[in-house]
């Protein structure tokens, strides 16, 4: 299974594909779409829809994962990510992909074990799930864990999906 993550934000859009077989995960590429600070809104969401949409079309995910939008004390600059937020739900589920939604505190949880984790344990979480792996920065291993999370929580599902399916058999 190759699974996307995507860390939604308005000027750094990060995002990562992992390659799952079993309880193997396999680095395939991580980056992020950038869009400019003084452009229109408009053109900044149009910017990284586009962006966004190369990526899935290069490499061609089965399932997306997002992390949710936590609000902040600034109203405005809450809404300008949520629209992000919707760009990185739109391209994949466009794409006809399934889309998963985690909490960041969700992600973290999964990947470094505590739900409040620094952004440097969670790229040093990353690092050890993927070893090798060059990382394009922070918001590229925000997303690259939200990956891992949703590969986790994925094989996690099938199993029990499988031993229900054994214990009604």
């Known amino acids: 299974m190759r699974v996307m993550g995507i860390d939604p934000g308005l000027r750094n859009l990060g995002w990562g594909v992992i390659d799952v077989e079993g309880s193997r995960l396999t680095h395939v590429a991580n980056g992020i779409c950038h869009s400019d600070a003084d452009a229109e809104l408009a053109c ?74 620094a952004k440097v344990q969670i790229d040093h979480m990353v690092r050890l799930h993927l070893p090798g792996v060059q990382i394009a920065g922070p918001d590229a291993a925000d997303a690259l864990a939200i990956a891992i999370c949703h590969a986790h929580h994925a094989q996690s599902a099938g199993r029990l999906q499988a031993a229900l399916q054994r214990a009604g058999a």
């Not at 969401?45 to 962006?51: F, G, I």
């Not at 937020?85 to 960041?104: D, F, H, K, N, T």
Request: proline fraction near 5%; avoid cysteine.
């Open 44 to 117: 900044r969401l149009v910017d990284l829809h586009t962006q966004l949409t190369e990526v899935l079309r290069r490499f061609a995910p089965e399932t997306a994962a997002v992390e949710h939008t936590f609000v902040n004390k600034d109203a405005v600059a809450t809404l300008k990510l949520g629209q992000a937020r919707g760009i990185a739900l739109l391209v994949p589920a466009q794409a006809g992909l399934p889309v998963a939604e985690y909490a960041p505190n969700a992600v973290k949880k999964t990947v470094v074990g505590v739900g409040h984790a």
